[in-house]
């Protein structure tokens, strides 16, 4: 039965489920997922538990950077469906309950958009190129990149243009980046400087010029298309690299791969301060569309006081914590991250979300499996010389997960985490797909282990991600490996203690519960030696919470186990384990 949609601040406490749609589920056999794929679905997300879906990208997009490369904002790629295909996923969700969230990605479009071809067809100093960020060339004869800045995906950040023939450098035709000296000149008669423009990511990905007013009219007009068709938020893409710094300085990362994050207290590219005005402007879009809309930024920067400014009352409702992902599974550090989060968010009246893997990251059951994961980014694979227990992962991860549900707030879940779905190491270097990979020779691994498509029916090809390929090649865009059918769906629901019942009990009684509006209170740690303490205790409403990141088996208060993310001992927590108890 369909429960009635929750009104008011329903994202403040909100379970939020991250499809990535091209490894969701696939309808019609071509190997990749789609819009039709995730409406058939959206039954087994309702009996998982969660309150919402977060699509990632389905926009018509080339598809260099898994559909973060947008062509045309206001359409579907023919990859994923139609227009007509997501009013009826809207539709579908929305009567089971679910609201519905997509990407929206304001930094850069694909070099595919019409705008970047007419600003590429356009002359230096145009309107089109204004759309952008197009500068001209530092050398005599600007054969030199504007500053010294990288890509995020690794090379330079800047492209050149040739203006001889109007055509892009070579790095636009797929090429990795030149380096600056190996790029030539604009040739002896151009009457200008060279130009290159700017991509904090993908050649293929052109950031745009926010100083511009008609990049601003273009994303609110994007912001209203969707809200009249009906969606509930945006997952706002690198919000917090819109606005670069003015004369665009150089700037020199520090060698532990701050280029990705944003630690540092300026960074040209990250976290200035006008970012916050396209926030206010948009909050008064969506409030145009009544007080249930919300935004999301995913916004890389620390420390958390400084992040809390983007959910200020009348900028985004939420924003990803990534310094709680970012945590290892280790009591002194959890207690800080989760008082530092309620301390940052409380002080502006935002909730604190939580989440522990999405499509960019290592897969948490991997990714704790680890002795010391490598950079944001970086991935894994078989080169790599970090090598997961994957016993110790999922059991840290079911522990984590029970821990994460138990917090107030919002949480995030990405797709496959509740069948325990391992990251795939073992992907051949053909198959990867990647910018990051292919950006950097292979030297990164990148993103893709985390993107394997979902396996949903053991017995059946691919896991019953789609139909048989209808070209009869491969299965699916990316391979799922040969033990996939064991995490299947079918082979784990209604089945006791499989991780995907262990997600749907952890869901309804969190829900049953209210621990995410409760206000969490710790009590002291009930470690036998508790000069080190290995374990975090707090209580919500009726619930003790006992998480148990240490080796040692420790006693369990006395009360109803309503949870238990592994086997207990009699009366005993053991190690990496967490248990929530009535009292
Ligand atoms: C963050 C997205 O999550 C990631 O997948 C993408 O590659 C970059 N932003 C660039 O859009
Ligand atoms: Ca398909």
Redesign the pocket.
């Known amino acids: 039965m369909a429960r009635s949609r929750s009104e008011g601040d329903w994202w403040r406490t909100a379970v939020i489920y991250q499809v990535y749609p091209r490894s969701f589920a696939d309808s019609n056999g071509d190997g990749i997922g789609d819009l039709p794929g995730i409406t058939a679905r959206l039954d087994a997300l309702v009996e998982l538990g969660i309150d919402a879906v977060w699509l990632?990208p389905f926009f018509t997009s080339p598809q260099r950077?898994?559909g973060?490369?947008v062509a045309d904002y206001t359409d579907v790629d023919p990859l994923f469906g139609t227009l007509a295909d997501f009013d009826v996923l809207r539709d579908r969700a929305h009567a089971l309950g679910l609201k519905v969230i997509i990407?929206l990605?304001p930094?850069?479009s694909s070099s595919a958009h019409p705008w970047f071809q007419a600003a590429l067809a356009a002359a230096p100093g145009s309107a089109e190129r204004g759309h952008y960020l197009f500068r001209d060339g530092r050398g005599e004869h600007g054969e030199l990149p504007p500053n010294n800045w990288q890509s995020?995906?690794g090379g330079s950040a800047w492209t050149r243009v040739d203006e001889a023939d109007g055509k892009p450098g070579p790095a636009e035709r797929g090429d990795r980046a030149r380096p600056a000296e190996a790029a030539g000149t604009a040739g002896a008669a151009a009457p200008q400087k060279a130009q290159w423009y700017l991509h904090?990511?993908?050649s293929s990905?052109p950031d745009f010029d926010w100083t511009n007013d008609e990049v601003k009219e273009l994303f609110r007009g994007v912001l209203r298309f969707w809200l009249e068709r009906g969606v509930d938020g945006f997952r706002v893409?690198?919000a917090h690299g819109l606005v670069k710094k003015p004369g665009l300085p150089d700037y020199t990362p520090p060698a532990d791969g701050g280029s990705a994050g944003g630690a540092e207290p300026d960074v040209p590219y990250w976290a200035q301060p006008g970012v916050h005005e396209i926030y206010r402007d948009w909050h008064r879009v969506l409030a145009e569309f009544g007080p249930d809309r919300i935004l999301i930024g995913?916004a890389w920067v620390e420390p958390l006081s400084k992040l809390a400014e983007w959910v200020r009352p009348d900028e985004m409702q939420q924003t990803f914590n990534f310094a709680y992902l970012e945590t290892p599974w280790e009591a002194a550090a959890l207690k800080k991250v989760v008082d530092d989060s309620l301390a940052a968010f409380g002080g502006v009246g935002a909730p604190s979300t939580w989440v522990l893997s999405?499509?960019?990251m290592i897969r948490h059951t991997t990714r704790l499996g680890l002795a010391t994961p490598p950079p944001q980014g970086e991935g894994i694979g078989p080169r790599s010389e970090a090598h997961p227990d994957d016993a110790v992962g999922l059991r840290r991860a079911r522990a984590a997960t029970a821990f994460m549900l138990a917090l107030p707030g919002s949480a995030y879940l990405y797709q496959g985490e509740e069948l325990g779905l391992p990251e795939v190491i073992d992907l051949p270097d053909g198959a990867r797909q990647d910018?990051t990979f292919l950006r950097t020779g292979g030297e990164s691994y990148g993103?893709d282990g985390s993107r394997v498509p979902l396996p949903w029916e053991a017995a059946k090809p691919s896991a019953g991600f789609g139909p048989p390929r209808s070209d009869g090649s491969g299965a699916s865009w990316l391979p799922q490996p040969e033990a996939w059918a064991s995490y299947a769906r079918d082979v784990q629901f209604g089945v006791p203690g499989s991780t995907l019942e262990f997600y749907r009990e952890a869901l309804a009684a969190r829900r049953l519960h209210r621990l995410a509006s409760n206000e969490l209170v710790w009590l002291p740690p009930v470690d036998a030696q508790p000069d080190d303490p290995q374990t975090l205790v707090f209580r919500s409403g009726a619930i003790t919470v006992i998480a148990n990141t240490g080796p040692n088996t420790v006693e369990l208060p006395a009360g109803r186990v309503v949870l238990a993310s592994g086997p207990l001992g009699t009366g005993t927590l053991p190690g990496d384990t967490t248990a929530w108890i009535e009292a």
Request: glycine share 4%.
């Open positions: 990632s950077d898994g973060y490369d990407d990605v930094n850069h995020v995906f904090l990511f993908d990905q893409d690198v995913e999405n499509h960019d910018p993103r």
